[in-house]
């Protein structure tokens, strides 16, 4: 007895620390911790990164946490010092009932990477229930005629405690006639039978009234008692027997409420009511009350509530067969409640990564567990997801699978993922559950920008106002957010000799040109240039087109004269025999113009002479022509204004003045005419009679002459006009000569007149010394450079 009381002692001390801890790391054992129920909650259980060996904070780094089928918050970890705590007091006949040992596990899941441990929390029990009997008074009819030694079964008493707190042993009350015997049927249950010492005698003791109590063998024991209330009866020779001692049957979970269970049968011999038997349960519990109902007269067993084999897979009863003379049989009946595919699967998801990287390799995308409360083949599963999808499902331990993607993901062709997860038992028919899951795509910058052209082509026309806007550009991303958002900029141009920051600007955030200052078309007509487009990603991506801007031509530059100067010097005069014929050249305009196209298209018009209608312009080359035959009645000088006119539009024109003068013969010598006549000289007599005689003679000769003149010229009137010049081919106007080419037309010439003194009365003229040149123009002005090609001297 005292190694007993000491064993108890040691065993309440061990109660006292109220925490039991116990670590197993060898292969795919789990993590055990022990504690005693009623335990306070907070209590300390163990350092859990000392029994995973990890560091301290790593737990916090690695994103632990702990997962519990149906005892969530059972358990607390702290992350930041590994400690494992109990989060509430533990009732371990609520958590476990007669279950034993009372195991509750959990896993303890580490996200970076991701790893899962096994841990189970063992929960001690102690002797906190006393045990009970379910009726206070237990009602037993004896007949007097009972022989000493007979044995009476007695309904047991309950005790919720398990292992050496459970019930041990009964006692009853000191008497006379009855000692108690105590049976062991297995699994712990201890029947207590009430045992005849000595014969009863109704007439002397007709009730007999004992206290059975129920003791168990915690630290201090428990106990509890019920009266029973013996009742002598007469004399009852046979007891009712049932036709087999065990019924064993099979029920299907499903069943409805009301079916037959079974159907047990007993029979008496007596006669009357000490034949009639009465079925009732004998010690049965409040489950078996709750689920079962009996028949009385029958014997037929139904089902009073729906069966779930996820909480109960058999049931033992015992039924009693009891006549009226107070006589029972009992019978054991066994009913094994079979499993049906009732429940589905069911999926928990432990984590969840809402979004990731496009760019991103394998990556876990959620971590969850499936279970089926089914048993067998009902309750093995099958994950799938759809098939037309990057994602892998990967099996882990414990049931436990990881989602990730199979090949790194592109935003661009698709930015959200739905996820259908389908777990589907292998029962008859089998159940499925899904659950949908849903990824973002974030965005990495993986695509530069694009141009919508490779190349673009602007026009702008000269003499432009600074700041005008020319054109567009424009470049689009198919990346989002700061990635996709697109900033322009000008590119070094490649030709150093570009000033191309004076010429044009770009607006960075919309692509927009605009010229910076007034275009020049004579001095540029085209220039090129890179645009860049860059996004603002990290790092950022870009890419560029090429720019093409053509000045376009305005008729900003009037004609310029060539030939004949007119510089302010001395005048060209340009001689015209009087015999000429109509036709005759008398000089040729030259003229150039420094824009180009029609605007560069010039045309000649006279504008005044000072005789009208005797000399033509040729308007598309600027050829000046008689326009009839000479006669003495013309007068010598003339002075031609010319207007040389481009078909620009407003057209712009230049004037230009030309002398001619008539002369009889090319013996006569050619001064200069002066712009004022010289006083004449003082003349003798002798010489005013020698002028005189001569003017006599001279005017009968005269007028000799002018009759004769007077017949040709009525024979030369009806003569035509001769000239021309050959006309432009269209498209080109029939009215304009063009030298945008070259500046000049295609023959020039150039009549030069020079005296040749003497002493003699008969001079010398060098005369029509015609000069083929080449000549350059350009648009710039430049100073005509001509080439004598032969000259020629004539003497009369």
Same mark, same amino acid.
């Given at each position: 007895?005292?190694?007993?009381?000491?064993?108890?002692?040691?065993?309440?001390?061990?109660?006292?620390?109220?925490?039991?801890?116990?670590?197993?790391?060898?292969?795919?054992?789990?993590?055990?911790?022990?504690?005693?129920?009623?335990?306070?909650?907070?209590?300390?259980?163990?350092?859990?990164?000392?029994?995973?060996?990890?560091? =301290?904070?790593?737990?916090?780094?690695?994103?632990?946490?702990?997962?519990?089928?149906?005892?969530?918050?059972?358990?607390?970890?702290?992350?930041?010092?590994? #400690?494992?705590?109990?989060?509430?007091?533990?009732?371990?006949?609520?958590?476990?009932?007669?279950?034993?040992?009372?195991?509750?596990?959990?896993?303890?899941?580490?996200?970076?990477?991701?790893?899962?441990?096994?841990?189970?929390?063992?929960?001690?029990?102690?002797?906190?229930?006393?045990?009970?009997?379910?009726?206070?008074?237990?009602?037993?009819?004896?007949?007097?005629?009972?022989?000493?030694?007979?044995?009476?079964?007695?309904?047991?008493?309950?005790?919720?405690?398990?292992?050496?707190?459970?019930?041990?042993?009964?006692?009853?009350?000191?008497?006379?006639?009855?000692?108690?015997? *105590?049976?062991?049927?297995?699994?712990?249950?201890?029947?207590?039978?009430?045992?005849?010492?000595?014969?009863?005698?109704?007439?002397?003791?007709?009730?007999?009234?004992?206290?059975?109590?129920?003791?168990?063998?915690?630290?201090?024991?428990?106990?509890?008692?019920?009266?029973?209330?013996?009742? =002598?009866?007469?004399?009852?020779?046979?007891?009712?027997?049932?036709?087999?001692?065990?019924?064993?049957?099979?029920?299907?979970?499903?069943?409805?409420?009301?079916?037959?269970?079974?159907? *047990?049968?007993?029979?008496?011999? #007596? +006669?009357?009511?000490?034949?009639?038997?009465?079925?009732?349960? @004998?010690?049965?519990?409040?489950?078996?009350?709750?689920?079962?109902?009996?028949?009385?007269?029958?014997?037929?067993?139904?089902?009073?509530?729906?069966?779930?084999?996820?909480?109960?897979?058999?049931?033992?009863?015992?039924?009693?067969?009891?006549?009226?003379?107070?006589?029972?049989?009992?019978?054991?009946?066994?009913?094994?409640?079979?499993?049906?595919?009732?429940?589905?699967?069911?999926?928990?998801?432990?984590?969840?990564?809402?979004?990731?990287?496009?760019?991103?390799?394998?990556?876990?995308?959620?971590?969850?567990?499936?279970?089926?409360?089914?048993?067998?083949?009902?309750?093995?599963?099958?994950?799938?997801?759809?098939?037309?999808?990057?994602?892998?499902?990967?099996?882990?331990?414990?049931?436990?699978?990881?989602?990730?993607?199979?090949?790194?993901?592109?935003?661009?062709?698709?930015?959200?993922?739905?996820?259908?997860?389908? =777990?589907?038992?292998?029962?008859?028919?089998?159940?499925?559950?899904?659950?949908?899951?849903?990824?973002?795509?974030?965005?990495?910058?993986?695509?530069?920008?694009?141009?919508?052209?490779?190349?673009?082509?602007?026009?702008?026309?000269?003499?432009?106002?600074?700041?005008?806007?020319?054109?567009?550009?424009?470049?689009?991303?198919?990346?989002?957010?700061?990635?996709?958002?697109?900033?322009?900029?000008?590119?070094?141009?490649?030709?150093?000799?570009?000033?191309?920051?004076?010429?044009?600007?770009?607006?960075?955030?919309?692509?927009?040109?605009?010229?910076?200052?007034?275009?020049?078309?004579?001095?540029?007509?085209?220039?090129?240039?890179?645009?860049?487009?860059?996004?603002?990603?990290?790092?950022?991506?870009?890419?560029?087109?090429?720019?093409?801007?053509?000045?376009?031509?305005?008729?900003?530059?009037?004609?310029? *004269?060539?030939?004949?100067?007119?510089?302010?010097?001395?005048?060209?005069?340009?001689?015209?025999?009087?015999?000429?014929?109509?036709?005759?050249?008398?000089?040729?305009?030259?003229?150039? #113009?420094? #824009?180009?196209?029609?605007?560069?298209?010039?045309?000649?018009?006279?504008?005044?002479?000072?005789?009208?209608?005797?000399?033509?312009?040729?308007?598309?080359?600027?050829?000046?022509?008689?326009?009839?035959?000479?006669?003495?009645?013309?007068?010598?000088?003339?002075?031609?204004?010319?207007?040389?006119?481009?078909?620009?539009?407003?057209?712009?024109?230049?004037?230009?003045?030309?002398?001619?003068?008539?002369?009889?013969? @090319?013996?006569?010598?050619?001064?200069?005419?002066?712009? +004022?006549?010289?006083?004449?000289?003082?003349?003798?007599?002798?010489?005013?009679?020698?002028?005189?005689?001569?003017?006599?003679?001279?005017?009968?000769?005269?007028?000799?002459?002018?009759?004769?003149?007077?017949?040709?010229?009525?024979?030369?009137?009806?003569?035509?006009?001769?000239?021309?010049?050959? =006309?432009?081919?269209?498209?080109?106007?029939?009215?304009?000569?063009? *030298?945008?080419?070259?500046?000049?037309?295609?023959?020039?010439?150039?009549?030069?007149?020079?005296?040749?003194?003497?002493?003699?009365?008969?001079?010398?003229?060098?005369?029509?010394?015609?000069?083929?040149?080449?000549?350059? @123009?350009?648009?710039?002005?430049?100073?005509?450079?001509?080439?004598?090609? @032969?000259?020629?001297?004539?003497?009369?």
């Amino acid at each position: 007895m005292e190694a007993r009381a000491q064993r108890a002692a040691r065993k309440r001390q061990v109660l006292l620390l109220c925490v039991f801890l116990g670590v197993s790391r060898a292969g795919a054992e789990p993590l055990r911790y022990f504690v005693a129920e009623e335990t306070e909650g907070g209590t300390f259980l163990a350092n859990l990164a000392n029994d995973l060996r990890l560091g =301290v904070g790593e737990l916090a780094a690695r994103g632990s946490r702990i997962i519990s089928d149906q005892n969530t918050g059972l358990v607390l970890l702290n992350p930041l010092t590994g #400690d494992l705590l109990l989060s509430e007091k533990l009732d371990r006949e609520e958590l476990c009932g007669p279950t034993e040992p009372c195991v509750l596990p959990f896993q303890v899941l580490l996200e970076k990477p991701f790893q899962i441990f096994r841990a189970e929390l063992w929960v001690r029990d102690i002797n906190d229930h006393s045990p009970v009997f379910l009726e206070s008074e237990i009602p037993l009819k004896i007949l007097e005629s009972t022989a000493p030694g007979a044995a009476f079964l007695l309904e047991r008493a309950q005790d919720s405690d398990v292992g050496t707190n459970n019930l041990r042993n009964y006692t009853i009350s000191a008497n006379s006639h009855f000692h108690i015997n *105590v049976h062991d049927r297995g699994e712990g249950n201890l029947y207590p039978e009430l045992v005849l010492d000595r014969a009863l005698d109704r007439e002397e003791l007709p009730e007999l009234s004992l206290t059975l109590t129920a003791v168990d063998g915690g630290s201090p024991a428990r106990s509890g008692t019920a009266r029973v209330r013996i009742l =002598v009866v007469d004399t009852n020779d046979n007891a009712p027997e049932f036709a087999q001692p065990l019924y064993k049957v099979q029920v299907p979970e499903n069943s409805p409420v009301g079916s037959l269970v079974a159907a *047990v049968s007993a029979r008496d011999l #007596d +006669a009357g009511s000490n034949g009639e038997v009465v079925y009732a349960f @004998f010690y049965a519990t409040e489950r078996i009350l709750k689920t079962f109902q009996i028949n009385p007269t029958s014997g037929r067993l139904h089902l009073k509530t729906e069966l779930n084999y996820e909480e109960t897979q058999n049931y033992t009863l015992t039924i009693q067969a009891q006549d009226g003379g107070g006589l029972s049989g009992k019978c054991s009946v066994v009913v094994d409640v079979t499993d049906v595919n009732d429940n589905a699967p069911e999926l928990l998801l432990s984590s969840l990564v809402p979004s990731v990287a496009e760019n991103s390799a394998e990556t876990i995308v959620a971590v969850f567990r499936v279970r089926d409360k089914d048993s067998g083949n009902n309750a093995k599963m099958v994950c799938s997801i759809q098939q037309d999808l990057p994602f892998l499902l990967k099996p882990s331990v414990e049931n436990f699978y990881t989602l990730v993607t199979e090949r790194p993901l592109d935003r661009e062709s698709r930015a959200e993922y739905n996820i259908t997860i389908t =777990v589907t038992d292998m029962g008859t028919p089998p159940l499925k559950t899904q659950h949908n899951v849903t990824v973002l795509v974030s965005d990495v910058n993986d695509n530069a920008p694009t141009f919508t052209q490779t190349s673009y082509t602007l026009s702008v026309r000269e003499n432009n106002s600074p700041a005008l806007h020319i054109g567009s550009v424009s470049a689009t991303d198919s990346d989002a957010g700061a990635n996709a958002q697109v900033t322009y900029s000008l590119l070094p141009p490649r030709d150093p000799g570009l000033p191309l920051d004076s010429l044009v600007s770009i607006n960075a955030d919309n692509g927009q040109l605009f010229a910076l200052r007034a275009l020049d078309y004579e001095a540029l007509q085209a220039f090129e240039f890179l645009v860049g487009a860059t996004d603002r990603g990290s790092p950022a991506l870009s890419s560029q087109a090429r720019v093409r801007v053509q000045v376009l031509d305005a008729n900003d530059n009037s004609p310029f *004269v060539l030939y004949p100067l007119q510089n302010g010097s001395a005048p060209c005069t340009e001689l015209v025999p009087r015999a000429a014929e109509p036709g005759y050249l008398v000089s040729k305009v030259v003229a150039v #113009d420094g #824009d180009s196209g029609q605007n560069a298209w010039l045309s000649f018009q006279l504008l005044k002479a000072t005789e009208p209608g005797l000399f033509g312009v040729w308007a598309h080359n600027g050829e000046v022509r008689t326009a009839w035959l000479l006669s003495e009645r013309d007068a010598a000088k003339h002075r031609l204004l010319l207007l040389v006119k481009d078909n620009g539009e407003p057209p712009l024109s230049a004037s230009v003045t030309l002398h001619v003068l008539l002369v009889d013969g @090319f013996s006569q010598p050619y001064l200069p005419l002066p712009e +004022a006549a010289a006083e004449p000289a003082r003349a003798d007599p002798l010489t005013v009679y020698l002028v005189v005689a001569l003017a006599s003679v001279s005017s009968l000769f005269l007028f000799s002459v002018l009759a004769f003149i007077a017949v040709r010229l009525c024979r030369r009137s009806r003569a035509g006009l001769v000239g021309g010049c050959s =006309v432009p081919d269209a498209p080109f106007p029939g009215h304009l000569v063009d *030298v945008s080419g070259t500046g000049t037309l295609c023959q020039s010439y150039q009549y030069e007149v020079c005296l040749k003194g003497g002493s003699g009365t008969t001079n010398e003229f060098k005369f029509l010394k015609p000069i083929i040149s080449n000549m350059q @123009f350009q648009s710039t002005g430049r100073e005509v450079e001509e080439y004598p090609v @032969f000259q020629s001297d004539l003497g009369f």
